[in-house]
């Protein structure tokens, strides 16, 4: 018996109302491109807009969205900068820690409790799709690291629920996130979550910050030696000796840091001491989401730190955190015109950080935080009174 045969007994026995939902169900496949989802309550719908996410996957969602989850690194930032504070509809476990490190949680932690756990959450986390359903999500927007750790199709076909990949650090470079890749990621979820209004303001106003630095800093014809350390990473203690080849703070300050010298890769490293007592840069400057790792390195081994110039001078100042389980993009700036005003007093002596922290917190947050992270850090101050040498 051929096929065409099977196919004809198969449609003669069937119910005419169960033939008109296959035929239905055929229809809708057909008219998205081959995909029908379900929501959390077991109803079948078709996607009605077509999204492209940053690994180039077609997506289709509902063209109404008020309910999301956000899993991995960065992700539940950038939906939050992206004006989506009140479609989040489940937390990661990690979120609902101490994380005053990260903007996003300095300024809205208290909305995060009492939502559903959609997992453990982490840079090293599996999606839990079990737990991502309580949440009842109408969309699920991931990072590039969750998309490495779990196909994103297979989620989707887990869950029965779109699945997005969104860029919350540039391509190449996990950890940093460049202004190109965040306004592309912006654009994109400005589509997903209908606040392209937001989002398309949002980042006009980093092409103007970007401008800015870029006009102040292009050309100047004396650039100090400069190390940024205590960078955080993946342990997010990696101490005085954690940096970044190619600092993207830097880089909108048209400025090198020793390390660029050593010709490596851009990225993380663990540098040797050795390195910073040959290069002796002039100035130094610490991410105070590890200053007290620092300090402790510091009263272990006060000589070494001496030997360095920077120490010596009282040339030592400190940043708000870049990276926090996510790129502090709010930071991110600050930091560049903090650096900036130290290096190139008469390029930025216009600019008050305190003002232009109000600023930047209140455009990317809608609230300015600069007096919450006081609590927790000496904020953009010279911080050589914590190494006495």
Same mark, same amino acid.
């Given at each position: 018996?051929?096929?065409?045969?099977?196919?004809?007994?198969?449609?003669?026995?069937?119910?005419?109302?169960?033939?008109?939902?296959?035929?239905?169900?055929?229809?809708?496949?057909?008219?998205?491109?081959?995909?029908?989802?379900?929501?959390?309550?077991?109803?079948?719908?078709?996607?009605?807009?077509?999204?492209?996410?940053?690994?180039?996957?077609?997506?289709?969602?509902?063209?109404?969205?008020?309910?999301?989850?956000?899993?991995?690194?960065?992700?539940?930032?950038?939906?939050?900068?992206?004006?989506?504070?009140?479609?989040?509809?489940?937390?990661?476990?990690?979120?609902?820690?101490?994380?005053?490190?990260?903007?996003?949680?300095?300024?809205?932690?208290?909305?995060?409790?009492?939502?559903?756990?959609?997992?453990?959450?982490?840079?090293?986390?599996?999606?839990?799709?079990?737990?991502?359903?309580?949440?009842?999500?109408?969309?699920?927007?991931?990072?590039?690291?969750?998309?490495?750790?779990?196909?994103?199709?297979?989620?989707?076909?887990?869950?029965?629920?779109?699945?997005?990949?969104?860029?919350?650090?540039?391509?190449?470079?996990?950890?940093?996130?460049?202004?190109?890749?965040?306004?592309?990621?912006?654009?994109?979820?400005?589509?997903? /979550? =209908? %606040?392209?209004?937001?989002?398309?303001? $949002? &980042?006009?106003?980093?092409?103007?910050? @970007?401008? *800015?630095?870029?006009?102040?800093?292009?050309?100047?014809?004396?650039?100090?030696?400069?190390?940024?350390?205590?960078?955080?990473?993946?342990?997010?203690?990696?101490?005085? /000796? =954690? %940096?970044?080849?190619?600092?993207?703070? $830097? &880089?909108?300050?048209?400025?090198?840091? @020793?390390? *660029?010298?050593?010709?490596?890769?851009?990225?993380?490293?663990?540098?040797?001491?050795?390195?910073?007592?040959?290069?002796?840069?002039?100035?130094?400057?610490?991410?105070?989401?590890?200053?007290?790792?620092?300090?402790?390195?510091?009263?272990?081994?006060?000589?070494?730190?001496?030997?360095?110039?920077?120490?010596?001078?009282?040339?030592?100042?400190?940043?708000?955190?870049?990276?926090?389980?996510?790129?502090?993009?709010?930071?991110?700036?600050?930091?560049?015109?903090?650096?900036?005003?130290?290096?190139?007093?008469?390029?930025?002596?216009?600019?008050?950080?305190?003002?232009?922290?109000?600023?930047?917190?209140?455009?990317?947050?809608?609230?300015?935080?600069?007096?919450?992270?006081?609590?927790?850090?000496?904020?953009?101050?010279?911080?050589?009174?914590?190494?006495?040498?």
């Amino acid at each position: 018996m051929n096929i065409f045969k099977y196919i004809h007994l198969f449609i003669f026995h069937m119910k005419r109302r169960d033939f008109i939902i296959a035929i239905t169900a055929l229809a809708l496949a057909s008219i998205v491109g081959g995909v029908v989802y379900f929501d959390n309550e077991g109803n079948n719908y078709s996607g009605e807009v077509k999204i492209i996410d940053s690994k180039g996957r077609t997506v289709y969602i509902p063209k109404e969205i008020n309910k999301v989850v956000a899993l991995g690194p960065g992700t539940l930032g950038m939906v939050i900068y992206a004006g989506g504070l009140d479609k989040i509809s489940g937390i990661e476990q990690i979120e609902l820690r101490n994380m005053w490190g990260q903007d996003c949680w300095l300024a809205y932690h208290d909305k995060f409790k009492g939502l559903p756990i959609i997992g453990q959450g982490g840079p090293n986390a599996t999606p839990d799709p079990s737990a991502i359903l309580t949440a009842k999500p109408q969309v699920i927007i991931e990072d590039q690291l969750y998309a490495q750790v779990m196909d994103p199709n297979q989620l989707q076909e887990e869950t029965k629920i779109p699945v997005i990949v969104v860029y919350t650090f540039s391509p190449k470079r996990i950890g940093e996130l460049g202004p190109n890749t965040f306004k592309s990621s912006m654009s994109l979820l400005g589509e997903i /979550l =209908g %606040t392209t209004d937001r989002t398309n303001e $949002l &980042n006009e106003y980093v092409n103007s910050l @970007v401008s *800015d630095l870029n006009s102040r800093t292009s050309d100047i014809s004396y650039r100090p030696s400069v190390y940024v350390g205590g960078l955080p990473y993946k342990t997010g203690s990696e101490g005085f /000796l =954690g %940096t970044d080849v190619d600092f993207e703070v $830097l &880089n909108l300050i048209n400025t090198k840091s @020793v390390v *660029d010298n050593l010709g490596w890769p851009p990225g993380f490293y663990n540098i040797d001491f050795s390195y910073l007592l040959e290069t002796q840069p002039e100035f130094v400057f610490i991410d105070e989401g590890n200053l007290e790792t620092v300090i402790s390195e510091f009263s272990q081994n006060k000589q070494q730190f001496c030997s360095l110039n920077a120490f010596k001078n009282g040339n030592v100042y400190g940043l708000l955190p870049y990276r926090w389980y996510q790129v502090n993009v709010t930071n991110e700036f600050l930091s560049a015109y903090y650096i900036g005003k130290i290096l190139y007093p008469d390029n930025f002596s216009d600019v008050d950080i305190v003002s232009l922290a109000n600023e930047i917190y209140t455009k990317f947050l809608g609230i300015n935080i600069y007096s919450d992270y006081l609590k927790y850090a000496p904020g953009y101050v010279n911080i050589s009174g914590y190494f006495q040498c």
